[in-house]
């Protein structure tokens, strides 16, 4: 079964850094691009960040550009996000997604893990 | 940053009706354009990719037009089970980019 299971997600303090991990099965992890995409409590899809199959690719929405840091670990079969001085306007649903192929459409996606970035 | 304007923001339907939302982008962005449903407490499902390709296992009662700026999905004959927020995503040029969403409510 092809599966993305996300981890890593909390509560944490305004300033400080959480690593969210990606966990892929079921199919050929190092053949896509993967991303990850938001939602805020009540609000709509964000994307945050994408990563080509052999990292030779990176790109970040302005919004976390310079703060979030997208890799993936292809033996491990795992994406990460590094997410850096965190804002309150991070909190979010923080969700896995694998493309379909390179600028193309996201076919899995994952349950979700939530941050929330809170004094 | 490419811009996707959806439209309506919210629509009430009746079973077995035909809906059409719209999305229009801020700039040509050739067929790279996608579909998804999400459903409350659910993550989203790919519905249409590029345009007009039903994803595999869709209903064929989902299908999907355009290119360039504006682009459209219908549902023909509406279910009860498609009630839903519908999003649409350009993969075009980077930042990837997602319409506001649009809610269908099953009266």
């Known amino acids: 079964e092809v599966q993305l299971v996300e981890s890593g997600g909390g509560l944490v303090q305004p300033g400080r850094s959480l690593r969210l991990s990606c966990a892929a099965s079921g199919f050929t992890f190092d053949d896509y691009a993967m991303h990850w995409v938001r939602q805020a409590p009540g609000k709509g899809l964000e994307w945050v960040s994408g990563?080509?199959?052999?990292?030779?690719?990176?790109g970040y929405a302005d919004s976390v550009k310079g703060r979030f840091t997208i890799s993936r670990d292809n033996a491990k079969n795992s994406l990460y996000l590094q997410m850096n001085s965190l804002r309150a306007e991070d909190t979010a649903l923080y969700y896995c997604?694998?493309?379909?192929?390179?600028?193309?459409?996201?076919?899995?996606w994952g349950q979700g893990t939530m941050v929330t970035v809170s004094s | 940053e490419i811009v996707l304007t959806q439209s309506p923001d919210f629509q009430s339907v009746t079973p077995k009706e035909k809906v059409t939302i719209t999305c229009r982008a801020s700039q040509s962005i050739g067929s790279s354009l996608h579909w998804y449903q999400q459903k409350p407490d659910q993550s989203p499902k790919l519905l249409i990719k590029?345009?007009?390709q039903s994803f595999s296992g869709v209903p064929s009662r989902f299908s999907g037009s355009g290119s360039g700026t504006d682009f459209t999905l219908t549902i023909n004959s509406l279910e009860a089970e498609d009630a839903a927020t519908y999003y649409c995503?350009?993969?075009?040029?980077?930042?990837?980019?997602f319409g506001q969403g649009t809610k269908l409510e099953i009266k």
């Open positions: 997604a694998k493309e379909s192929g390179w600028n193309d459409a996201f076919d899995i």
């Open positions: 995503h350009q993969s075009s040029s980077l930042p990837h980019t």
């Open positions: 590029y345009a007009s």
């Open positions: 990563i080509s199959w052999n990292s030779g690719s990176i």
